[in-house]
């Protein structure tokens, strides 16, 4: 069965870094690319940016609202996506979800991780 | 540019059928689209795929009341014979090379 399970959320204050984890379970991870989605408290989903696997060659994408500030990267020996997000504003304050995907098309999510950043 | 449009509410009876839209923008009517549910203080999880071919994939444990279909750039999921769990914000998702896009969501409640 697959499995997503975000970490690291957190209270961090505007200008300060945070990482998330997304640990994967039950499938291959190393052939898969993987994608973080937000969603603001009261609003829609955002893509936020994707990985893709390894074969094609590890490299990433990001939507423009984070490009520069963050960073996803993956440790196909851990099944293990990260999103490392800098200079962090208060609009980042969202839950954080990572999802598995093929070729763009997302089929499983993992439960979110809260974001909070506040002063 | 690739955009989703989703009315944001709909509504439908207990028992009857609902037929959601989404919209894709100009230039991109060809694009396959996914159909994502979630339901009040959930998470996302996904229902299903409509490829450009016209074939489709659902997700683990989908009823069959959950179905996709097509005309030009519109995408449509319907849900069959509603149960009150079906109330929920339904979100399509579509994507090109180097970008991921989701459409605004519809509310959807079940009378």
């Known amino acids: 069965e697959v499995h997503l399970v975000e970490s690291g959320g957190g209270l961090v204050q505007p200008g300060r870094s945070l990482r998330l984890s997304c640990t994967a379970s039950g499938f291959t991870f190393g052939v898969y690319a993987m994608t973080w989605v937000r969603q603001a408290p009261g609003k829609g989903l955002e893509w936020v940016g994707f990985i893709r696997h390894k074969a094609y060659g590890g490299t990433t994408e990001y939507a423009a609202s984070v490009r520069g500030r963050f960073t996803i990267s993956r440790d196909d020996s851990k099944s293990i996506a990260y999103l490392q997000m800098n200079s962090l504003k208060t609009e980042d304050t969202a839950v954080y979800y990572c999802?598995?995907?093929?070729?763009?098309?997302?089929?499983?999510w993992g439960q979110g991780t809260l974001v909070t950043v506040s002063s | 540019q690739l955009v989703l449009t989703q009315s944001p509410s709909a509504s439908a009876s207990l028992g009857a059928s609902v037929k959601l839209t989404c919209t894709l923008s100009s230039g991109h009517s060809s694009y396959a689209i996914a159909w994502h549910q979630q339901q009040p203080e959930k998470g996302p999880r996904y229902l299903m795929t409509?490829?450009?071919?016209?074939?489709?994939r659902k997700g683990d444990g989908i009823p069959d009341r959950f179905s996709v279909s097509s005309s030009g750039a519109e995408r449509y999921l319907t849900i069959s014979s509603l149960h009150s769990e079906d109330e929920a914000d339904y979100y399509c998702q579509t994507w090109g090379t180097d970008i991921r896009v989701f459409g605004g969501g519809t509310k959807l409640t079940v009378l």
């Open positions: 409509l490829n450009t071919d016209g074939s489709h």
């Open positions: 999802t598995r995907e093929w070729g763009g098309d997302t089929d499983y």
